[in-house]
Nanobody, 115 residues
């Protein structure tokens, strides 16, 4: 069973930054896709950013120009650097990784942005 453990969430003020980390118990170098999702209260879980196996990235429109997804294959860790945070970024952020046909989720980390 693969484990994904997120960390780095917290309470910040609007305009500040946070870096989320997701540590995997399996080599992320071989993952098909690694992504960050988020879910705000009363809303559906949505994709924030993803890295696909060819190395391409894609972002939600709300994350473009503010968030950056990156990986450290040696540490089996994926990061989400979030800058210029807004109150609407408040959500639980989840890490997701897919190896072939198996998809795994972390337990989530809370990000709260105050105005």
């Amino acid at each position: 069973q693969v484990q994904l453990v997120e960390s780095g969430g917290g309470l910040v003020q609007a305009g500040e930054s946070l870096r989320l980390s997701c540590s995997a118990s399996r080599s992320i170098f071989t993952a098909k896709t690694i992504a960050w999702y988020r879910q705000a209260p009363g809303k559906q879980r949505e994709l924030v950013a993803a890295i696909n196996s060819p190395g391409t990235t894609n972002y939600a429109d709300s994350a473009k120009d503010r968030f950056t997804i990156s990986t450290d294959n040696a540490k089996n860790t994926v990061y989400l650097q979030m800058n210029i945070l807004k109150p609407e970024d408040t959500a639980v952020y989840y890490c997701n990784a897919v190896w072939r046909y198996d998809s795994y989720w972390g337990q989530g980390t809370q990000v709260t942005v105050s105005s």
